[in-house]
Every structure is written in C-alpha cells, then in structure tokens.
C-alpha cells in the first residue's frame, strides 16, 4: 500500500494550489488533473438553472489579489495562498485606512499564525483572511486593496466516472471538490475516490459504481436535481472527505441507521480491528445530508478519518501538505476496498434441500476444500449457509452470527451455488 499512497499523495499535492470554489476555473483545472488517473464525463450546468430547492449561482473566478501598504509590499497576498481571499469576494480597488479595513478582515485569534478559509457564497461580499499575528503586525495607514475577480453568468461544473459492473444498480461514490488549498478537507478524499475507482476498474465488480465529483450542498442537489431517473437504482452509497488526517476511521451512518451500506462498514470495521468510531446520522457534515434528505432517503453513509470541524486544523492553513500521509491514505482506502468487498458480495440464498442436512460429501464439496488451511472453518460455514439460506438472511448476516470471515462465508456459498444446493 505505500506506492499506492506515494500516489495519491502526489495527486494532493497537484491539486493543492489551485483555488476551487463552488464555480469557476479552480474546478475545472482540478477535473482535469482528475481526469488524468481517470476517465470523467464533465457537466455544465448553466447559472439560473433551479436544482430542487436551489438555483445554480453565478460563477466566480479570480486572477489576483492583495493588500499592499504605501510602498507598495505585499502584506496580503493570495498568489501566496488561495485561502487569503474570501471566497466567492466580489471585485475591488479601492485605497481604504486599517481602521475601516478590519471590517473585512478575518483572523482566528485562538491560533494566531493560521489562515481561516471564510467564504460568502450567496451574499455579494469581499474580504481578506489573514493570520492574527500578520494583522497585529500592520500599522495604522493607508492601504491599497484589490481583488481582481468576476463573477457573472457562467457555469457549475461536476464531473462522473463510471465503472461498469453486472447490474445496473448502482453504488454511489461521491466527494466535494470546492475547496482550495486545504489537503484533508477535501484533496485527500477526491485522491482516495480516484484510485478506488481505478482499483474497481481492474475488476469485475457486482454493481455499477458511480463516482461523483461535485461542489459541496449545491454540487450534490444539482446532481440530484438532474439525475430524478436514476436515482431509484442507486442501492448504497458512501461520502468520502477527510481522508488523509493522522486520526481513527469514523463512519456515520446513513439516515435510515440500519442500511447496508453502515452494517457493511461496521462490520468491516471491527473485524479489522482498526481503532474506529462508527457516529449517527445527523442533518449536518458533508454531502450525505443531500443524499439522505427524506425525499431520497438513500443508503448513504460518510467515511473520514477524524471527522469535519473535528481537528483544529480544520478549515484553516494548518491542513495543508504536512497534515495528511500516504499512510493514512492508504488505510483509508484499504477500508474502502474492503467496505465493497462485502457489498459486492453480499446476497440472500435460498436452500434448494431445506430437508436435513444434505450430504455434502457425495457431492464433492468437502474434496473441494482438501489443502485450505482453514478446511474445518470453511466446512463450518457451508453448514452455516445452508441453515440460514432461507431468503431472508444475507451472508452478512451469516458471518455475523456464525462469527466465521465474511470471505470465508461468501466462498462457502458459491461452492453451494455451484453444486446446485442454493440459489440466489
């Protein structure tokens, strides 16, 4: 797993500089930087368009901007980092006293040498973010200020992959890709997506994936909004962010609290026997509050590592390249993996000689596991499986109460399927 994390490191780092909004060219520049390691399918939804309850905002884009003192230095500057700016500030350039320019200002007093990322998305503002002590350090006088943006007619741009799979049900991989440079929040989680994705592709999976990459709140209604007729295919679905953070896996259920989707990531969870913290669902976080609202109520659960507005780096410079690792990258997509593993797998039998017990050995199938290290384990659960193969169990919840692998299960029941014993 560490080349594999040296990857998706070097992705973040790529996409570290850009400025991302909710719109704009920072979206797009990151897609295609995307679309290097994956094929993606891009949208372009134009401004005005109503999604739902919403309607898609005009788009932002910015080239420069500062604040300079009277000999001309830059004391704020976002070609230094794209957290500077407010995001979504509309134009300015104007020469303004400290005095009337601290209204504009944002700090975090409590960690005086980070940025804040603020943004003002729907209320036509502008603003710089700072750290305090640069702020503390500026004398009383005239400054330049200058933003050099638009924000006009334009476009929200989204971004799909698809990985075909046996049926057309779909599972739903969804992660935001409209912040700037904070690498946690969300860089980890668009590289964790990407190579998932390209692991799926080497396989031949159960279900259809669908990866989106999509701004946050607006990103996910809109892909909603558009997507009423395929919506009802989607059976699971999983919201990756914050995914390269040094803490524990948590994982917060889906709205419904007992779908697939949250007693698959439970279970791969504790048998893994990762330090983890599996949460309940509640209508705020990333954009599995979009995908659960009631009129969709869909099997959507969200994996981070240490979850949002959970660490003090959060939102702030301070999650930025030094703050996420390859390895915990890594672990994070190891779950992932593993989380679809079992989902891929996970079917309810019906035993075809419910009658007693079916004489396995004239059937070859204890010849089948002769040289498995695990012959006993494995004879075990055919038993298992054929005792609870009544269409209303699933293999998951044989290995459950059976306390046998979920491999070890799902193996067991193909070579009963095989010998004509159950069916699907």
Partial sequence: MTEVGEEMYTLVERMYPLCR???????RATLDIVGEYIPLRVHEVPTGTRVLDWTVPQEWNIRDAYIADTTGHRVVDFAASSLHVLGYSVPVSTTMPLSE?????????DHPAWVPYRTSY?????GFCLAQETLDALPDGEYEVRVDSTLEDGHLTYAEHVVPGQVSDEVIVSCHVCHPSLANDNLAGIAVATFLARALARETPYYTYRFIYAPGTIGAITWLARNAERVARVKHGLVLACAGDPGSLTYKRSRRGDAEIDRVLRYVLAASERPHHIAEFTPYGYDERQYCSPGFNLGVGSLT????AGYPEYHTSADNLDFVSPEAMADTLAVCREAFAVLDRNRRYLNLSPYGEPQLGRRGLYDALGGR???????LAMLWVLNLSDGEHSLLDVAERSGLPFDTVADAAGALHGAGLIKA
């Fill in 21 to 27: 909004s909710i719109t704009g060219d920072g979206v």
């Fill in 101 to 109: 320019l601290r209204g504009h200002l944002h700090t975090l007093p």
């Fill in 122 to 126: 729907y209320q036509r503002e502008w």
């Fill in 305 to 308: 590592r240490t979850p949002y």
């Fill in 373 to 379: 290290s695990d012959t006993k384990q494995a004879q």
